[in-house]
């Protein structure tokens, strides 16, 4: 932590091993992150719960960022990156442990008290990760870098998504045929058999994450900071606050919208493809669909960016592709449907690379304060997908009192409730187009 690196003149040669470290971390949280979309139809099921209470397992994660991003801010700001990030993982595998409580129980508020821990742990993890990440070098090859970080977090999200889908949602289509036909005593064996199945895989989580704690502390991370704030024509800074950049606010408002459709693209995709009528079995490789697409596009970006393709036309692009495929969507059917919900990963890609440095750009001291705001943005995941499934359980009602068959009226439910996403991508279109720019000098 001795050395300052800064953004502007920092070499390759210098960055390679902290951006190595860096994505390390963000394998970590993406890997823990994403196994969300496996953990949705399984907290439904042993815990029998509505569709809108399911999707509180990615609010009990993503509401995390609210509640520690600026406290989080304020510990780095004491401690330092290195312990700060070695803090967090200490605290996500305590949320791990949580979870053989909560299994014992098998009650819900424990489970999302678990997801919670983890989330706050995240948070700090995020919250110096990106900013670090995103001035790590020149702030025009930015995006390049954290498209190389969302690599690493969409593989291991893929990674995850299957390793717990196949943990966890394993004769979980037999399991609910048969909890309707036996008695209640049976029928609780059976959940608290299955519930007892996320017992060993935390165990594994935790020590892997305790052991990546005490490694992180003695990684060669070297300080950096922001470029200062252009200076006006008598030698002082033109902005005092935070407030005096609009282009922040409508950043944070952009990344806000965008974690929320990004989390609906991973984590109802699932319990989408059953209510269609897919197998768990089969329905469990959905999420890697879509995180798939977002490694191939982020390969993609890694070798455009900036040479072929500035960040603001990479975000106009995703944009305008998030509102194709949403209409996309709700203009068919089956599994055409699910691919569409899966090519949303193509338009998810780039959002977060390009939103970073784009609001960031010109904050100078304000860089830190920005970056704590931004983090809050994530939770946007926590808000919008409670928001899809509360639409499905509201449409899915409305079409059951029109004498539509109850697997029918979830399966067109689940689909229709998808326009929540157009919204979305048109608020993140117009940051792209002009939003970013709000503020700044020419």
Known sequence: MSNTVQSN?????????????????????????????????????????????????????????????????????????????????????????????????????????????QGMGMTLLQTASNPYITILGPMESAAKRIAIMGIANKVAGALGSLIFGAILLSGIDEIKE???????????????????????????????????????????????????????????????????????????????????AEVIAGDTIIAYGISLGFSADDAKFFTTFTLMAM??????????????????????????????????????????????????GIANALVWPAVWPLTLEGLGKFTKTASALLIMAISGGAIIPPLYGRLVDANKHELIANGIHEAEAMATAANSSYWILIPCYAIILYFALSGHKLGLKK
């Open 178 to 260: 048969k909890i309707n036909t036996v008695s209640v005593d049976e029928k609780a064996q059976m959940l608290d058999a299955m519930a007892d199945s996320v017992v060993i895989p935390y165990i594994v989580m935790a020590i892997i994450l305790v052991v990546l704690a005490i490694l992180i502390r003695k990684a060669p991370l070297p300080h950096v900071e922001a470029e200062p704030i252009e200076e006006n024509i008598e030698g002082k800074t033109s902005k005092t606050s935070i407030f005096q950049f609009p282009h922040l606010w409508l950043g944070v408002l952009t990344l806000f919208v965008y974690v929320g």
């Open 9 to 117: 003149t920092t070499s390759g040669k210098s960055t390679f091993i902290p951006i190595l470290i860096i994505a390390g971390l963000f394998f970590i949280f993406g890997f823990v992150t994403w196994i969300n979309g496996a953990l949705i139809p399984f907290m439904k099921t042993i815990n029998e719960l509505t569709s809108a209470q399911s999707y509180l397992v990615a609010s009990a994660s993503y509401i995390s960022f609210v509640v520690m991003a600026l406290p989080a801010s304020y510990i780095l700001g004491k401690i330092g990156y290195r312990k700060g990030m070695s803090l967090g993982l200490f605290v996500m595998a305590i949320g791990a442990l949580v979870f053989i409580p909560a299994a014992e129980a098998r009650t819900y508020w424990v489970f999302l008290s678990g997801i919670f821990i």
């Open 295 to 344: 490694v191939a596009t982020y390969a993609l970006g890694v070798f455009l960016i900036p040479k072929y393709l500035k960040q603001g036309t990479a975000l106009k692009i995703s944009a305008a592709l998030g509102i194709i495929f949403s209409i996309c969507i709700l203009s068919t059917t089956g599994f055409t449907s699910v691919l569409f919900v899966a090519a949303l």
